[in-house]
């Protein structure tokens, strides 16, 4: 009573009935097929395999008749192809699904290597579009030389200056030394018409 009482409750899982069939490994049994299918489709196999036919044939048909096991027909032969056959073509389907589970993953994998991939070259075509911007603020050579032309020339011009400054200076104490107060100073006209060797330049009348 207790057992049917058992049997009848619902809060608890009803045990598994039936034939409990044996467990394999897959991955296993998967390369086993693939060893298969690989050794079937290569030629050394149609070379065997046509050998072996052709030895059946000929046995069976040019051997004593007492000793020939699968005569004319050649029943037991072709039960043998069939069952080939048919176990052929499973494990070859079974290889090729696993090689397709293969191409998938390398697939995923080369898709998301591809992702990385244009993330950084994105990154790297930002980075270097800063660089230009940057750059485009960055003095040149060019620049950099016309600049130091002109200065070179300012500091010509300042130093000629300061010569044709001194050189006047000279003149007037060297006119008050020697009493010459009453000589004619030079004009203050001519004070921008000084050529760079110091001498004056002369204009035109």
């Known amino acids: 009573m207790a057992d049917g009482r058992r049997a009848q409750r619902l809060d608890q899982p ?20 693939e060893g298969i299918a690989r050794g079937m489709g290569t030629a050394n196999f149609i070379v065997y395999m046509t050998i072996v036919i052709a030895l059946w044939f000929g046995w069976n048909t040019l051997a004593p008749a007492h000793l020939r096991f699968d005569p004319y027909t050649f029943t037991f032969l072709t039960l043998m192809l069939s069952l080939q056959a048919s176990y052929a073509a499973p494990l070859i389907l079974l290889a090729q699904n696993r090689q397709a589970d293969r191409d998938r993953v390398s697939l995923e994998e080369d898709r ?34 016309s600049e130091l ?5 300012e500091l010509d011009e300042a130093s000629h200056r300061r010569q044709r400054l001194e050189r006047r200076q000279q003149e007037r104490a060297t006119q008050q030394e020697t009493g010459g107060e009453g000589l004619d100073e030079p004009r203050d006209d001519l004070d921008g018409d000084w050529s760079r060797d110091g001498r004056p330049e002369v204009r035109d009348a």
Request: net charge positive; glycine share 6%.
């Open 149 to 153: 032309a002109r200065l070179a020339e």
């Open 14 to 33: 009803r045990e598994p009935r039936g034939v409990k069939l044996p467990r394999f490994d897959p991955e296993a049994f998967g390369r086993w097929s």
């Open 112 to 145: 998301r290597r591809a992702t990385m991939q244009k993330a950084d070259t994105e990154y790297l075509a930002r980075e270097i579009a800063a660089l230009r911007n940057a750059m485009g603020e960055v003095a040149t050579r060019d620049f950099l030389r």
